[in-house]
């Protein structure tokens, strides 16, 4: 049983830059892949990014590809994910996710997910 805890929402304005956090409960942590995924109100899950166990491989969404960054700290038990260049269109709630399956893309192939932290980008 992996816990997940997001931190690190909040108001920003267009053109800046938040980092989020995945605070993971277990040490098995290092054995799981983990992912972002957001929630705008009215849209469903949609994927982010995600990073692999061992933090070698990373793969983006086209919509956050150059602008976000996964990454993790196995030895913390923490996922990261920093979020440049916001807009207002990034407004969502972000949820981190983990999988033992790796190289997924859909909310269905993630067992263990955190309860989501909001990031509005508004001027």
């Known amino acids: 049983q992996v816990q997940l805890v997001e931190s690190g929402g909040g108001l920003v304005q267009p053109g800046g830059s938040l980092r989020l956090s995945c605070a993971a409960s277990?040490?098995?942590?290092?054995?799981?892949?983990l992912a972002w995924f957001r929630q705008a109100p009215g849209k469903e899950r949609e994927f982010v990014a995600r990073?692999?166990?061992?933090?070698?491989?990373?793969y983006y969404a086209d919509s956050v590809k150059g602008r976000y960054t996964i990454s993790r700290d196995n030895a913390k038990n923490t996922g990261y994910l920093q979020m440049n260049s916001l807009k207002p269109e990034d407004t969502a709630i972000y949820y981190c996710a983990a999988s033992y399956l790796p190289y997924r893309r859909s909310p269905s192939d993630y067992t263990y997910w955190g309860q989501g932290t909001q990031v509005t980008v508004s001027s």
């Open positions: 277990e040490r098995t942590f290092s054995g799981v892949a």
């Open positions: 990073i692999s166990a061992s933090g070698g491989g990373t």
